[in-house]
Nanobody, 119 residues
Protein backbone atom coordinates (compact mmCIF):
# COMPACT_ATOMS: atom_id res chain seq x y z
CA UNK A 1 0.00 0.00 0.00
CA UNK A 2 1.32 3.42 -0.93
CA UNK A 3 0.05 6.83 0.03
CA UNK A 4 1.08 9.62 -2.30
CA UNK A 5 0.60 13.16 -1.04
CA UNK A 6 0.87 16.40 -2.96
CA UNK A 7 -0.05 20.06 -2.70
CA UNK A 8 2.36 21.46 -0.15
CA UNK A 9 4.25 24.67 -0.71
CA UNK A 10 4.93 28.20 0.45
CA UNK A 11 2.08 30.59 1.19
CA UNK A 12 1.64 33.87 3.03
CA UNK A 13 -0.25 34.23 6.28
CA UNK A 14 -3.97 34.17 5.62
CA UNK A 15 -3.57 32.22 2.41
CA UNK A 16 -4.84 28.79 1.41
CA UNK A 17 -3.45 25.47 0.28
CA UNK A 18 -5.07 22.18 -0.66
CA UNK A 19 -3.37 18.88 0.05
CA UNK A 20 -4.28 15.70 -1.78
CA UNK A 21 -3.44 12.09 -1.05
CA UNK A 22 -4.17 8.97 -3.05
CA UNK A 23 -3.86 5.42 -1.75
CA UNK A 24 -2.91 2.57 -4.04
CA UNK A 25 -1.96 -1.05 -3.83
CA UNK A 26 -3.76 -4.29 -3.24
CA UNK A 27 -7.40 -4.13 -2.22
CA UNK A 28 -7.34 -1.17 0.04
CA UNK A 29 -10.43 0.22 1.67
CA UNK A 30 -9.24 2.15 4.70
CA UNK A 31 -11.77 2.78 7.40
CA UNK A 32 -9.95 5.96 8.34
CA UNK A 33 -7.85 8.44 6.38
CA UNK A 34 -6.38 11.66 7.55
CA UNK A 35 -3.57 14.12 7.94
CA UNK A 36 -0.94 14.57 10.59
CA UNK A 37 1.81 17.15 10.82
CA UNK A 38 5.20 17.37 12.40
CA UNK A 39 7.54 20.24 13.07
CA UNK A 40 11.26 19.62 13.39
CA UNK A 41 12.08 18.19 16.79
CA UNK A 42 8.46 17.79 17.82
CA UNK A 43 5.99 14.93 17.91
CA UNK A 44 3.66 14.17 15.05
CA UNK A 45 0.20 15.54 15.76
CA UNK A 46 -3.17 14.78 14.27
CA UNK A 47 -4.59 17.53 12.06
CA UNK A 48 -7.80 15.93 10.82
CA UNK A 49 -9.22 12.48 10.16
CA UNK A 50 -12.25 11.21 8.30
CA UNK A 51 -14.03 7.86 8.22
CA UNK A 52 -15.52 6.11 5.21
CA UNK A 53 -18.88 7.45 6.37
CA UNK A 54 -17.43 10.96 6.24
CA UNK A 55 -17.43 11.53 9.97
CA UNK A 56 -14.66 14.01 10.72
CA UNK A 57 -12.52 15.04 13.65
CA UNK A 58 -10.14 18.00 13.79
CA UNK A 59 -7.30 19.06 15.99
CA UNK A 60 -8.18 22.05 18.16
CA UNK A 61 -5.70 24.36 16.45
CA UNK A 62 -7.16 23.88 12.96
CA UNK A 63 -10.90 23.48 13.64
CA UNK A 64 -12.84 26.07 11.70
CA UNK A 65 -9.97 26.77 9.29
CA UNK A 66 -9.22 23.39 7.73
CA UNK A 67 -11.65 21.05 5.99
CA UNK A 68 -11.00 17.37 5.36
CA UNK A 69 -12.84 15.38 2.71
CA UNK A 70 -12.45 12.06 0.94
CA UNK A 71 -13.48 10.28 -2.20
CA UNK A 72 -13.95 6.60 -1.39
CA UNK A 73 -14.15 5.59 -5.03
CA UNK A 74 -10.71 7.10 -5.62
CA UNK A 75 -9.25 6.06 -2.25
CA UNK A 76 -8.27 9.68 -1.82
CA UNK A 77 -8.33 12.22 0.97
CA UNK A 78 -8.01 15.98 0.77
CA UNK A 79 -7.23 18.79 3.17
CA UNK A 80 -8.36 22.30 2.38
CA UNK A 81 -6.36 24.69 4.54
CA UNK A 82 -7.64 28.25 4.81
CA UNK A 83 -6.55 31.25 6.88
CA UNK A 84 -3.13 29.71 7.29
CA UNK A 85 -0.86 30.87 10.09
CA UNK A 86 2.92 30.62 10.50
CA UNK A 87 2.35 28.04 13.23
CA UNK A 88 0.77 25.77 10.62
CA UNK A 89 4.19 25.35 9.02
CA UNK A 90 5.21 21.71 9.22
CA UNK A 91 5.65 18.54 7.23
CA UNK A 92 2.19 17.14 6.59
CA UNK A 93 1.71 13.37 6.38
CA UNK A 94 -1.14 11.48 4.84
CA UNK A 95 -2.27 8.52 6.94
CA UNK A 96 -4.63 5.57 6.68
CA UNK A 97 -5.82 3.13 9.26
CA UNK A 98 -8.68 2.15 11.54
CA UNK A 99 -10.83 3.90 14.05
CA UNK A 100 -10.87 1.81 17.21
CA UNK A 101 -13.00 2.44 20.30
CA UNK A 102 -11.27 5.34 21.96
CA UNK A 103 -8.25 5.39 19.68
CA UNK A 104 -6.90 5.69 16.17
CA UNK A 105 -4.70 2.95 14.74
CA UNK A 106 -2.59 4.26 11.86
CA UNK A 107 -1.40 1.43 9.62
CA UNK A 108 0.11 3.34 6.73
CA UNK A 109 1.96 6.61 6.35
CA UNK A 110 2.69 8.55 3.21
CA UNK A 111 5.78 10.60 2.49
CA UNK A 112 5.46 14.06 3.93
CA UNK A 113 4.78 17.26 2.07
CA UNK A 114 6.18 20.53 3.36
CA UNK A 115 3.86 23.40 4.15
CA UNK A 116 5.47 26.75 4.95
CA UNK A 117 3.49 29.80 5.93
CA UNK A 118 5.42 33.06 5.86
CA UNK A 119 4.56 35.89 8.22
Amino acid sequence: VQLQASGGGLVQTGGSLRLSCSASGSVFRPNLMGWYRQEAGKQRDMVAVITRNHNTHYGDSVAGRFTISRDNAKNSVYLQMDRLKPEDSAVYYCAAGRLQPGSIDIEYWGDGTQVTVSS
